[in-house]
């Protein structure tokens, strides 16, 4: 149990084009989300979190207006990367938690942004 | 604000021989600490916890509050636990807490 799915794992896109991430708690509800960022061989940097049906909190430093997070269901949340540029080539990474707790935060597998 | 410190990127050791992985933690709060494990190509998952403190796949990490330490230690090293390692510190208190990793450690073990 408590699988969180990625889509897509990877992406290409070109510079001022928008991209969208998608991820999934797929067997249990999540009332919080949290989206990491992660350089190579690097630490894991907490975007935002985000609830169920309402509006995300993001960490000092990320651009809300770039980085836009939607928490629609219990079940979902998005990412959309707008704008996007060669800078934000990077691996991006969601956890669901039926809690907030750490011990309750899952992770999914991951999405690789390459902005060309 | 809370920050982890692992201080080695890399760390080689030998199969059967005694392992342990450095974390540091400051953090003004009451800390819950965490231990997570990648393997390659597979996702981040929580290898163990402080406040349970057990013993997971031979892996035990005690909280050192007058050092700020939790560092991760198996006295026998296996090939399977080849992987990159976080540390992380969880600053709860909240609806919602979050979660600060260190920067990670990527443990090889030679056969």
């Known amino acids: 149990g408590a699988v969180v799915s990625q889509h897509p794992s990877r992406v290409i896109c070109k510079s001022g084009t928008s991209v969208k991430i998608e991820c999934r708690s797929l067997?249990?509800?999540?009332?919080?989300m949290f989206w990491y960022r992660q350089f190579p061989k690097q630490s894991l940097m907490l975007m935002a979190t985000?609830?169920?049906?309402?509006?995300?909190?993001?960490e000092q430093g990320v651009e809300k207006d770039k980085f836009l997070i939607n928490h629609a269901s219990l079940t979902l949340s998005t990412l959309t990367v707008t704008s996007a540029h060669p800078e934000d080539s990077s691996f991006y990474i969601c956890?669901?938690?039926?809690?907030?707790?750490?011990?309750?935060?899952?992770f999914g597998p991951g999405t690789r942004l390459l902005v060309l | 604000a809370q920050r982890v410190t692992q201080p080695e990127k890399l760390l080689s050791v030998f199969k059967g021989a005694p392992v342990e992985l450095k974390c540091n933690y400051s953090?003004?709060?009451?800390?819950?600490l965490f231990w997570y494990v990648q393997y390659s190509r597979q996702r981040l998952q929580l290898l163990l916890r402080?406040?349970s403190r057990e013993s997971i796949k031979g892996f035990t990490a005690d909280l050192n509050k007058g050092e700020t330490s939790f560092h991760l230690k198996k006295p026998f090293a296996q090939e399977e636990d080849s992987a990159m390692y976080y540390c992380?510190?969880?600053?709860?208190?909240?609806?919602?807490?979050?979660?600060?990793f260190g920067q990670g450690t990527i443990l090889t073990v030679h056969p």
């Open positions: 992380a510190l969880f600053a709860g208190g909240t609806s919602y807490g979050k979660l600060t």
């Open positions: 985000s609830n169920e049906g309402s509006k995300a909190t993001y």
């Open positions: 956890s669901a938690s039926t809690s907030g707790g750490a011990e309750t935060q899952y």
């Open positions: 953090y003004s709060g009451s800390p819950e």
């Open positions: 067997d249990f509800q999540a009332t919080t």
């Open positions: 402080h406040i």
